[in-house]
C-alpha cells in the first residue's frame, strides 16, 4: 500500500508561481512512476507531467518550460514546480504513483487556481 498525499495548491494571480509537493508513503520501494494529472470543470483529466524511476521526464506540450517535474528520493516527495502560471492552469492537481506489477495510487487533489 501507497500513501499519498499533496500539497502546495493556492490562489495566484497570472504570472506567478507555485510548487506543489507529492509525498509517497507505505511501500514506496516499488514505485516506478510519478506522474501530476489535472482537471479543470467541464474538461477531461490530462497528464501535466511524470517522472520514472530512472529520473525521466516528460511534459505536456501546454507546461512545457514553465512546469518542472523533480523529485526528492530521500523525502519520497515529487515536485511540480509551476512558473508563469496561466488562467488556464486553474484545475486540481492529482499525484498518480505506479508501483509494483502495475498498482496505481491517488492523491486526493490539491486546488490550483489562477486569477487574471
Known amino acids: 500500500q501507497v500513501q499519498v498525499v499533496e500539497s502546495g495548491g493556492g490562489l495566484v494571480q497570472a504570472g506567478g508561481s507555485l510548487r506543489l509537493s507529492c509525498a509517497a508513503s507505505?511501500?514506496?520501494?516499488?514505485?516506478?512512476?510519478i506522474g501530476w494529472y489535472r482537471q479543470a470543470p467541464g474538461k477531461q483529466r490530462g497528464l501535466v507531467a511524470v517522472?520514472?524511476?530512472?529520473?525521466?521526464?516528460n511534459y505536456a506540450d501546454s507546461v512545457k518550460g514553465r512546469f518542472t517535474i523533480s523529485r526528492d528520493n530521500a523525502k519520497n516527495t515529487v515536485y511540480l514546480q509551476m512558473n508563469s502560471l496561466k488562467p488556464e492552469d486553474t484545475a486540481v492537481y492529482y499525484c498518480?504513483?505506479?508501483?509494483?506489477?502495475?498498482?496505481?495510487?491517488w492523491g486526493q487533489g490539491t486546488q490550483v487556481t489562477v486569477s487574471s
Open positions: 498518480s504513483i505506479v508501483a509494483g506489477p502495475g498498482f496505481v495510487y
Open positions: 507505505g511501500s514506496t520501494f516499488s514505485i516506478n512512476v
Open positions: 517522472i520514472n524511476s530512472g529520473g525521466i521526464t
